[in-house]
C-alpha cells in the first residue's frame, strides 16, 4: 500500500527565507507524487506532480519539489518565502498515473514570519 | 467552468438530526470523491464513484453514512443519524480519466454537530 509521511506538522519561517517541506513516501511500486496548498477556508488545489519524467518538478508560485528515489523523498522548497505561501501544505501518492486513489499525508502547516 | 460546487458551506445541526451535503463537479469528470479533513485523522477518503457508480466505499466510517449518485452532474453524502464525531469539513473532488492524476476539489462543506 502507498503511504506519505511529512515531518513537521508545523514549520515557520521569515520572509524571503528558504522553505523547506519534507515528505517521505512508501510505495511498493514505482509512485506518483503530488502537492497540494490549502489555503484558509478554501479546498486544495495542486501545487506540482511528478509523474516520472524529470525528477525536479517546478510548480505554481515558485515551488518546487525534487524526487529522490534512494531517499523515497519528495520534499518541496522555495527560495524564498512569501506572506503569500502560508498555507496548509500536502503531499500525496498514487500508484500510477491516474489512479483512482490519492493518498495524502498529514500536512504542513506553513507560517511566514514577517 | 465553475468548479465542483459543494453545498452547504457550512452546517450546523444537533445529534440525531440527519445531514445532507451536496455537491455537483466539474462537467465532463468521470470520477468523484468524498473526503473528510479532522484535525486529528486529516484527509480521509471516504468514497469515490466512476460514472456514477461507487467503487470503494471502504472509507466510509459506519453505516450511518450513505453516499449517491444519481447522476453526472450531481451526488450528496447523507448522515442519519449526526453525531457530534461527525464534525468535520467534507470536502468533494473530481477529476476525468484523462487528467494526470490531479483532484480538483471544492471548497469544503464545514459540519458541526451539538
Known amino acids: 500500500a502507498q503511504s506519505v509521511t511529512q515531518l513537521g506538522s508545523h514549520v515557520s519561517v521569515s520572509e524571503g527565507a528558504l522553505v523547506l517541506l519534507r515528505c517521505n513516501y512508501s510505495?511498493?511500486?514505482?509512485?506518483?507524487l503530488f502537492w497540494y496548498v490549502q489555503y484558509p477556508n478554501q479546498g486544495l488545489q495542486l501545487l506540482l506532480k511528478?509523474?516520472?519524467?524529470?525528477?525536479l518538478v517546478k510548480g505554481i508560485n515558485g515551488f518546487e519539489a525534487e524526487f529522490k528515489k534512494s531517499e523515497t523523498s519528495f520534499h518541496l522548497t522555495k527560495p524564498s518565502a512569501h506572506m503569500s505561501d502560508a498555507a496548509e501544505y500536502f503531499c500525496a501518492v498514487s500508484k500510477k498515473l491516474g489512479a483512482q486513489k490519492l493518498v495524502f499525508g498529514q500536512g504542513t502547516r506553513l507560517t511566514i514570519n514577517p | 467552468d465553475a468548479g465542483v460546487i459543494q453545498s452547504p458551506r457550512h452546517e450546523v445541526t444537533e445529534m440525531g438530526q440527519e445531514v445532507t451535503l451536496r455537491c455537483k463537479p466539474i462537467s465532463g469528470h468521470d470520477y468523484l470523491f468524498w473526503y473528510r479533513q479532522t484535525m486529528m485523522r486529516g484527509l480521509e477518503l471516504l468514497i469515490y464513484f466512476n460514472n456514477n457508480v461507487p467503487i470503494d466505499d471502504s472509507g466510509m466510517p459506519e453505516d450511518r453514512f450513505s453516499a449517491k449518485m444519481p447522476n453526472a452532474s450531481f451526488s450528496t453524502l447523507k448522515i442519519q443519524p449526526s453525531e457530534p464525531r461527525d464534525s468535520a469539513v467534507y470536502f468533494c473532488?473530481?477529476?476525468?480519466?484523462?487528467?494526470?492524476?490531479?483532484?480538483?476539489f471544492g471548497e469544503g462543506s464545514r459540519l458541526t454537530v451539538l
Open positions: 473532488a473530481s477529476r476525468s480519466t484523462g487528467d494526470t492524476g490531479e483532484l480538483f
Open positions: 510505495s511498493s511500486v514505482p509512485p506518483y
Open positions: 511528478y509523474t516520472s519524467a524529470a525528477t
